[in-house]
């Protein structure tokens, strides 16, 4: 059996070894048997639209400390990036004091790394108007080997609580490949049911690796966000899968097809974090990294896919494209939108790849995706495409930030090598 963690690239023995101990005592995880699990459906009433904001993983592992946390909430601030959407800080594992297996005392933070708590962090993020996220696991070890949740869940929920932050990543580590689905419903419903009975609101990810078709559920046991593939590397298009395990973009972009019908306000499909502007350097994504255009199209498919948009890079450090790239609020604007929904293939055909979603106003969102290596033209018809009854409608492109006019039955554009045109389409 093969494990690999959630957005981690440790070493593969490493991995197993932490993956046999999560394993180990953990509702016999690795029993095939399905039984089932009986729960009360959960809502905690969050994440009316897709959390936005920054996770230290991608970038930093578990080297993160206050200086950072607070060097990027202020950075944050300043670029534009709050004001974009971007409010959750999100801390990933690496936070804690302890490794290896839980005695009875409770989780605390690392002192030389955090030297006045995690509190003041949250504190700090609300006074600059954001959000403080935080990291644990369902296993008696993390991902990276620190003390995890396992028997301690109203404990831990009641000290992240305490604490008063915003949102908690809850890692499996991919590590329930063999596991039932009940078994899998159980272990995030542990954490999941002390959270919501706590009177501090917490966005919930269930981290898991898209496995037990955790879609169909998730929103049940009260998770906001889930993810629906394996991990992300830091590729737009890699020949298969990079070590038979990675989903290039393309690849979770296709591992989505079909799950529109699992989104809607407060529980949203995860395609992953952000790799827009690791340019090849991240410490922990394996990938040689993309180019502008391919980082911008990954951006405009998570956008108008309505999954979370989390980035990983170090915005201390960020070049103007990928800032502008980031923060194109038109393009946000598909992700933000009330009503929800997730795009879906409205045309697929060689390398033409056409995605469309319906937004509040009755004005569409459209993604133009050219998928290969040649300029492709691409049009989509108003009828046949859409379904679309109205002569006149007014066309914007989203990057350019130009109203193109009205087309009354089709509009075309020339797309390069992996570039997604996106636009707003009006009924007038």
């Known amino acids: 059996m093969k494990f690999i963690t959630c957005s981690r690239t440790f070493k593969l023995l490493t991995v197993l070894a932490l993956s046999m101990t999560f394993l180990v005592g953990q509702v016999q995880l690795a029993s095939a048997k399905e039984n089932t699990f009986a729960f009360e459906k959960l809502n905690n009433g969050l994440a009316k639209t897709p959390p936005m904001g ?78 403080l996220g935080i990291y644990s696991g369902p296993g008696e070890t993390t991902c990276a080997g620190y003390a995890g949740s396992q028997g301690h869940e109203k404990q831990d929920a009641d000290m992240f609580a305490s604490w008063d932050v915003d949102h908690l990543k809850y890692d499996a580590c991919c590590s329930h490949e063999k596991s039932s689905k009940s078994e899998v419903q159980e272990v995030f419903y542990k954490m999941s049911k002390p959270l919501i009975d706590n009177p501090k609101d917490i966005v919930l990810h269930a981290c898991h690796c898209g496995w ?26 890699f020949p298969e899968n990079r070590e038979g395990y990675y989903f290039d973009v393309l690849d979770m972009l296709d591992r989505g097809e079909g799950l529109d019908g699992y989104n809607m306000p407060g529980q949203w499909n995860d395609f992953d974090m952000l790799i827009v502007g690791l340019n090849g350097k991240s410490k922990e994504l394996v990938g040689a990294g993309a180019s502008n255009i391919e980082y911008r199209t990954h951006f405009s498919l998570w956008s108008i896919l309505s999954s979370p948009l989390l980035t990983g890079t170090d915005v201390r450090n960020l070049d103007a494209y990928t800032l502008e790239t980031l923060t194109n609020k038109e393009v946000i604007a598909l992700n933000q939108d009330p009503l929800g929904k997730q795009a ?15 937004m509040s106003d009755g004005s569409w969102g459209i993604a133009m995706l050219n998928r290969g290596s040649e300029t492709e033209v691409i049009s989509v018809n108003w009828i046949e495409d859409l379904g679309l009854k109205s002569d006149k409608v007014s066309v914007r492109d989203l990057w350019k930030h130009k109203d193109m ?22 009924l007038n």
């Open 344 to 358: 879906k293939t409205i045309k697929k055909v060689g390398n033409i790849h056409i995605l469309a979603k319906e």
């Open 54 to 131: 920054w996770s230290s993983w991608n970038q930093f592992g578990v080297e993160i400390n206050e200086q950072l946390i607070i060097e990027t909430i202020d950075v944050m601030v300043e670029n534009g990036m709050r004001d974009a959407g971007y409010i959750y800080v999100n801390l990933d594992d690496g936070w804690q004091q302890d490794k290896g297996k839980r005695t009875n005392k409770p989780l605390d933070y690392d002192k030389e790394k955090f030297p006045r708590g995690i509190k003041y962090l949250s504190e700090y993020a609300h006074k600059k108007g954001m959000k």
């Open 405 to 426: 006019g009205e087309f009354p039955k089709s509009y075309e554009a020339e797309v390069i090598s992996h570039q997604a045109v996106m636009l707003r389409v009006y």
């Open 212 to 237: 037990t078709d955790i879609w169909e559920w998730a929103g049940d046991i009260g998770a906001n966000h889930w993810r629906v593939g394996q991990d992300i590397s830091d590729d737009f298009d």
